[in-house]
């Protein structure tokens, strides 16, 4: 990380930023949209009878396929090398280029998956998340009960302390658990694009996607094929590290809010 940010400056690291910010928007304002509805819940913790299953999988679908192209350029250039004095999109160049992939006038090679192809992967990979999530978060809410907000006696630092931490390892869980899902979803939004993507092990060079994936299960077999299982957790070091920087920001947050309800009280 730290060569590409020194070959290509450090703009880079940020690439695809807009297009994740785009698709974030898109799927939660069709959530709550359609949440409205009684029979459409947004949230998986509303669901408690089989028509408001279905209601849940085709809200949380029908999001993803709103956000599927713009969180599909938000990867597209998050991977791609700027090489030549090449500038990061910004953020309005992602979401227009997520409005391209909508309407097909992005890529025109023949490896080029179309969103219809892509779509039901993201779909997959959200529901999957949900779901995961969701477990995780009883889990760890019954081996370490959060707080009481209503007590008398709680600390309200520790009570956001524990919905930080049980958010924090739901979420890092769940992206462990689905990395290879998200590893094949990559592979197949950035085939037929002419992407030149950085050499993740070094940082130093590029290199140029040739693939010829059909699908989701012909991808999944041509990793474990060509790869074997652990190509499926290429790039996992980034995840890792990602989860360290997580567990320093949470700590530092129990530090703050400690800070904050001690002064508090002294001002009660």
Known sequence: MINIARIQGSPSIWGGVGGDLMGFVAQNMAGTFLNESPNLPKN?????TPKKVAGYIVNKS???LLASPFYASSVI???QSYVDGE????ILESIKEGFGQVFGYTYHSPHYLPLYVTAPVFILHSLLSDVTQT???QLYGKLFPVPDVESADVNVAEFFYSQITTTFVATSVSSAILYPVETVLHRLVVQGTQSIIDNTETGMDFIPVHTNYRGFADCVSSIL???GWLGFYKGFSAVVLQMLLGV???QTSRIVLAYFDVQ???NK
């Open 225 to 227: 094929h060509e790869e």
């Open 264 to 266: 508090w009280k002294k």
């Open 87 to 90: 500038a990061p999109p910004t």
């Open 77 to 79: 250039h998050s991977i």
């Open 62 to 64: 029908i999001g993803s």
């Open 135 to 137: 477990v995780v978060t």
């Open 44 to 48: 998986i913790t509303d669901v408690n």
């Open 248 to 250: 320093a920001i949470v």
